[in-house]
């Protein structure tokens, strides 16, 4: 929902970042505020899990041009957990496996030291476990996922629904999604595209990173921004996903002069 | 080309060997030299000493003792404790345990009557010293036992058969279940002189009884100590033995354990040994299946930091059909510390339709880490499921990212992924208050 007046929660100015030395990121500028929802499209290889890594401070990635504010405040120099705390969530792509640690402790301690960083005190284990069975709903997950490991011999489906769970807990100002919805079935596709629906209101704001329109047909954006060759070479509604369903990334990227690399 | 060198030279200059064969002896000599009058059994101690006298010191020329070098222990004198050292029972506190029904306290070796708690033990179980109860109703059975387990040449467990001033006895009686947890708590306490403890323990469970066994080796201090322990288990005919070895020894001490167990038929053992004290620690731990059907289970846990070195050799025998064996033993190591491990499956002929799991697990938290891992599968038996691995990883960057993500900050999430990798082990341990303190201790650790 595009409000002018909107405070905004996302400032990048021509940010320009590498990893091992090689420049991914050649110039990224992008504005999101409250209540908007961004889809961000583009070939692999173009860097948009690049930019979601380093928004989320990857420490292989380093951030050497440009500036990222983050409600008015520039973040470049904070540590990964100090901008979740702060509210800035990323839904990984390929959500990693922690053996041993049941999902429930995961998720309790990750609540807890959200409220620790609001100077407020852990919540005990008997009040997280009424929270979470509520959260469950979201993504229709079923209470047992939450006694297995992280992630751990979890589906791929499962693994991204866990990653909403995450954001439903985490209640984030700006919720990253990387390819959340690559390879899942379109049941699968349906329940996390709900959840996140549900999870968006007027006062925070969703960036998706996706390879495919078919999840715009399930969140509808309010704007489409077009990756390739590490910059953001246009910018539209929802038309503009469609045009790329229809035409391909070629035409879009000959009018912006951006060779297709092949 | 002549190199001339005169005898005199040869003579008054003692060669390594001759220097730990002499080693050898004044640790036999001064462990012998206060033996009480009680415990004489001196066939036995006779038939240990010689098989001590056979034997060197060893050293990393030894294919046992590659890579855990025991020469740093040569230039101390350790001398056996004559009298019992006085200690109030605030010595025992970060190890009691409110689950057990008995506690035996053994230090430095000697039964301590002030510190065991063993009053309020059901019918059928009996737990003690061995120099009280030698000469009671079960003495002949104890005798009949004592120091008879398989491995008995081997050179640190004859010098403990040979010099042991008492033993901590867990005798259950037929077909008897004890539910809670019995506790043996070998306390090391140093003296003016450095102490050399030649502890020692025997847990016995009759055909068709149950019983669970907590062994605590724990010292606070960080004086030099050598504490030589021989454990010999029974778990007879259809008994079932759940074990924690539990082995937290001051910073100065240097532990060679051994732990024996011998099963009858159809029996089930289960050992949860964790190492995390001592500089320097060896763990000799063997298991015989002297019956068909019977089932064996070695959870082993090592973490351990600074220059800390654990070395854990394992051997399951397998010496009957239809034999179970799982083994997993995991190592966190931090620092300059260095984990060894050798495991050894013997599946001879007769061993046939048995199947075995061995996996050996190394966490390495920092770049100075040393581990030496071996598998030794012996297997002649055809008919046999055995399968062996080890792995050896650091904690992933791209896991600790994972967590910083959700607001955990890198020791914290360092501190989970430890966690996690300890937990499959710790969780093994039924006695809820050592779970708890166990997981404390080895998060802790982490950096």
């Known amino acids: ?262 | 080309m002549a190199i001339q060198v005169s005898n005199s030279e040869t003579s008054t200059q003692p060669t390594k060997r001759e220097q730990r064969e002499a080693y050898l002896k004044s640790l036999l000599s001064t462990a012998q030299a206060h033996v009480p009058d009680a415990l004489a059994f001196s066939d036995l101690r006779a038939k240990a000493e010689a098989i001590v006298n056979e034997h060197t010191f060893p050293s990393n020329r030894d294919e046992d003792w590659r890579f855990t070098d025991l020469s740093p222990m040569i230039s101390v004198p350790f001398q056996a404790a004559e009298s019992p050292s006085e200690i109030d029972m605030g010595a025992l506190g970060p190890v009691q345990m409110p689950e057990a029904i008995a506690r035996i306290v053994l230090v430095n070796g000697q039964y301590n009557e002030t510190l065991s708690d063993i009053d309020q033990l059901p019918p059928g179980v009996v737990v003690g010293n061995l120099a009280n109860l030698k000469d009671g109703a079960l003495g002949d059975q104890l005798t009949a036992r004592l120091a008879m387990s398989n491995g008995g040449h081997e050179v640190f467990t004859a010098l403990n058969t040979a010099g042991f001033q008492d033993a901590a006895v867990v005798y259950v009686l037929r077909n008897q279940v004890v539910e809670q947890p019995i506790q043996v708590v070998y306390l090391s306490v140093a003296r003016a002189e450095p102490i050399i403890a030649n502890p020692r323990c025997m847990v016995i469970a009759e055909s068709g009884s149950a019983v669970t066994v907590v062994e605590d080796f724990f010292g606070a201090h960080d004086r030099d100590h050598f504490n030589n322990s021989v454990t010999e288990v029974w778990a007879d005919d259809n008994a079932q033995v759940t074990h924690v070895r539990l082995q937290r020894e001051g910073a100065g001490t240097f532990h060679i354990g051994k732990t024996a167990i011998t099963q009858g038929r159809d029996s089930r053992y289960t050992l949860v040994p964790v190492t995390l004290g001592a500089c320097l620690s060896r763990h000799n731990l063997e298991v015989y299946q002297n019956g068909p059907q019977t089932d064996t289970n070695l959870y082993g846990l090592t973490a351990i930091a600074q220059s800390q070195l654990a070395d854990t050799h394992s051997l399951i025998a397998m010496n009957h059909p239809h034999g179970t064996a799982d083994q997993l033993h995991k190592a966190i190591i931090d620092d300059s510390a260095h984990a060894v491990f050798n495991g050894r499956v013997w599946v001879p002929r007769n061993a046939q339709l048995t199947n075995a799991r061995q996996l050996n697990r190394n966490l390495l938290l920092s770049g100075k880490a040393r581990v030496d891992t071996k598998p030794e599968l012996d297997i002649v038996a055809d008919n046999v499921k055995c399968a062996h691995g080890a792995t050896v990883s650091q904690l992933d960057a791209n896991e600790v990212f994972y967590l910083q993500s959700r607001g955990i900050d890198a020791e914290a999430a360092q501190r989970l992924l430890i966690y996690g990798f300890a937990m499959d082990i710790i969780d093994r341990i039924p006695v809820p208050s050592l779970r708890g303190s166990l997981t404390n201790t080895v998060t802790g650790r982490s950096r």
């Open chain 1, 1 to 262: 929902m595009i409000n002018e007046n909107s405070e905004v929660i996302l400032s990048v100015r021509d940010l320009h970042a590498t990893v091992d030395g090689t420049e991914i990121l050649k110039g990224v500028n992008l504005e999101v505020k409250a209540g908007e929802i961004h889809a961000i499209m583009g070939l692999n290889g173009s860097g948009k899990s690049t930019f979601s890594k380093v928004l989320a401070g990857h420490p292989d990635y380093e951030m050497t041009h440009g500036e990222i504010q983050f409600k008015g405040t520039d973040i470049s120099e904070l540590e990964p957990h100090d901008r979740a705390t702060a509210g800035i969530f990323l839904a990984f792509q390929y959500p990693l496996e922690i053996p041993g640690v049941s999902n429930r402790d995961f998720l309790r301690v990750a609540f807890n030291a959200h409220r620790k960083s609001q100077g407020e005190d852990e919540m005990d284990v008997f009040d997280f476990d009424d929270l979470i069975e509520e959260k469950l709903d979201v993504v229709k997950m079923d209470a047992a996922f939450l006694d297995r490991s992280v992630n751990e011999g979890f589906s791929g489906g499962e693994k991204k629904r866990n990653e909403i769970l995450q954001m439903a807990l985490l209640e984030p100002t700006l919720s990253i999604l990387d390819e959340t919805d690559s390879g899942l079935d379109i049941d699968a596709l349906k329940t996390v595209a709900g959840g996140v629906n549900q999870l968006a209101n007027p006062d925070n704001a969703v960036v998706m990173i996706t390879h495919y329109q078919r999840l715009l047909n399930y969140i509808v954006p309010d704007y489409v921004h077009v990756m390739a060759d590490g910059r953001i070479i246009t910018t539209g509604g929802k038309e503009l996903a469609e045009r790329l369903e229809s035409e391909g990334y070629e035409d879009i990227m000959a009018e912006h002069k951006v060779e297709v690399a092949v």
